[in-house]
């Protein structure tokens, strides 16, 4: 590393700096160590972060350990562009459309509750991102809430799963979830951070929980929490573009990277990657109706 004078290295101390001070409570297997197969169910793979290299880090996906990723689109833009995606790699890389709760104020029913269906009936295998976000606040509450509503309501007349965004909105989550599950709709907490009793509500009305790379963050202590999601609601998630894990946190996310989360939760469950691996992946394909991976020649049968 250069020394702090050079124009532009200031940033890339800092990021190195807050690396190296990133204590991981794991041992990550190493390199030659045969990686886990997982699923990443929740990436934002056709963002412009990865206009100039995507194919190279669907690439570097695949030999991760990746064998699907389910492409998010947060918004009907992203929704296309992640249709093209999934066309380019089919059967193995998966879409959703829906509006985030950051854009809920723009959120016209008739015309967007008409454009997702029609993305379901393309083959988006989800309604969302959507959700709840009182963190930052980009849309009215009340605009969240009805975009939310209308979405999970799409999600029962088309019986499709719902991916869910939420933070600093716990109670109206807890209760739109509750509501939307007593009317047949199956969904996941995505990105997933607490508080543990919506966690557990998810997993009550039987949901799914998927947590990132915060989980490998030095801060992050709440074991507990990994732990209380049980075996058949767990899922990871990149997130990427955002979020990457500990050891390249301050670096654009890839989906290859889920392999640290996957270690994460495996130590924190007392178990091995492979088996979170080969969990959640299960998890992810019965949640999205995905079709069985081909199987890899050698590679041990996943716990039943
Ligand atoms: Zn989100
Ligand atoms: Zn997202």
Request: charged content about 25%; glycine content about 6%; hydrophobic content about 40%.
């Amino acid at each position: 590393m250069s020394g702090k004078g050079d124009a532009g290295s200031g940033k890339r101390d800092r990021l190195v700096a807050e690396s190296a001070s990133s204590h991981e409570p794991f041992a990550f297997p190493s390199a030659a160590a045969r990686v886990p197969r997982f699923i990443d169910s929740h990436c934002h793979l056709a963002d412009p972060a990865f206009d100039s290299d995507r194919e190279e880090v669907i690439a570097r996906a695949r030999e991760s350990g990746a064998e699907a990723i389910v492409c998010i689109g947060e918004s009907l833009d992203a929704a296309e562009r992640a249709r093209r995606l999934s066309d380019a790699h089919p059967g193995w890389l998966h879409w959703t459309a829906g509006v985030h709760p950051h854009d809920a104020a723009a959120f016209e029913p008739t015309r967007d509750l008409d454009a997702i269906r029609r993305c379901i009936a393309c083959g988006a295998v989800a309604v969302g991102e959507c959700g709840l976000d009182y963190h930052y606040d980009n849309s009215p509450r009340a605009s969240q809430r009805a975009a939310f509503a209308a979405q999970l309501e799409l999600a029962a007349e088309v019986d499709r799963p719902v991916v869910v965004h939420t933070r600093d909105a716990a109670d109206d989550t807890r209760d739109m979830m509750r509501d939307a599950a007593a009317h047949g709709v199956r969904g996941v907490l995505h990105c997933f951070t607490g508080p543990r009793e919506l966690a557990e509500a998810a997993v009550d009305v039987g949901w799914h929980v998927s947590f990132s790379g915060i989980v490998t963050f030095r801060r992050w202590d709440d074991v507990e929490l990994l732990r209380a999601i049980p075996d058949d609601r767990l899922l990871v998630e990149s997130d990427a573009p955002y979020l990457a894990p500990v050891p390249h946190r301050g670096h654009r996310n890839e989906p290859g990277w889920v392999a640290h989360t996957v270690a994460r939760l495996a130590d924190a469950r007392g178990t091995s990657a492979d088996t979170v691996a080969a969990r959640t992946a299960r998890n992810a394909r019965t949640l999205f109706g995905l079709p069985a991976p081909a199987p890899r020649p050698g590679e041990p049968r996943e716990p039943e």
